[in-house]
């Protein structure tokens, strides 16, 4: 069977920023990609939510997921109910990603972290057999937190060399968060300084570095990932 990769993220775009790249290889490796934005992005500075649906439909286009879905969760005031847990569960049994990623443990915007700890404790709870939904019980095998806008020592790191350009791609799709162009009524924000991609790509560089490649994307594991066998090291 083909291997599902889900993230739960809190807003359109987070996950294209975070990981887009390992995303992209994972797809190319054979891989089920599933993406879950938790709100629309309704608060957000730019654009509305309208715009962002269409941006994140032409991200889609290029990454090619098996689905995308928005839960439409309040933006800046979701948060854990036995309702939301509820619904997470039924989305991670429906779809049973061997690979879950979610936003950032800690981070600039507070929605990352909410977002994460609400999927970290729905990821645990999809797997008990006492709690019956639609679905059948399931719990994913990984669990991965994005580092986004606060640095973070990675616990994992994957090699997005190849996926660098698209990656940039699948960003450059929000054009309403990254580019203020003439004429545009919303006002700018750090997203479209000049040199916001060329932080991003120090992070990615800088994660690269870690693994001596050259561009790669970091994860945060509460647990360590086994060692591959000795034939199998890098």
């Known amino acids: 069977m083909r291997r599902v990769v889900m993230t739960i993220m809190a807003h359109p775009d987070d996950a294209e920023l975070s990981c887009g790249g390992s995303l992209l290889r994972w797809r190319a490796e054979g891989a089920d990609i599933v993406l879950v934005d938790l709100t629309a992005g309704q608060l957000g500075t730019r654009g509305t939510p309208a ?4 941006e994140a439909q032409a991200a889609a286009r290029l990454l090619q997921p098996r689905a995308r879905l928005c839960l439409g969760w309040e933006d800046g005031f979701f948060a854990e109910t036995p309702e939301t847990l509820h619904c997470l569960i039924d989305v991670i049994r429906q779809f049973r990603p061997h690979l879950l990623i979610t936003n950032a443990l800690s981070d600039r915007h507070p929605d990352h972290s909410r977002a994460a700890h609400l999927v970290e404790r729905a990821a645990f709870l999809s797997g008990l057999s006492r709690l019956r939904t639609a679905y059948p019980p399931y719990r994913p095998r990984w669990l991965f937190f994005a580092i986004q806008d606060r640095w973070m020592r990675p616990s994992l790191v994957v090699d997005i060399t190849p996926y660098w350009e698209m990656k940039l791609a699948l960003v450059r799709a929000y054009k309403s968060q990254f580019f203020h ?27 690269g570095h870690f693994i001596g490649v050259t561009f790669g994307e970091g994860f945060v594991l509460r647990t360590p990932p086994p060692a591959p066998s000795l034939m199998h090291l890098p």
């Open 51 to 54: 715009q962002r649906y269409k």
């Open 181 to 207: 162009e003439p004429g545009d009524t919303d006002p700018p924000t750090y997203l479209t300084r000049a040199d916001f991609f060329p932080h991003l790509e120090a992070r990615a560089r800088e994660m």
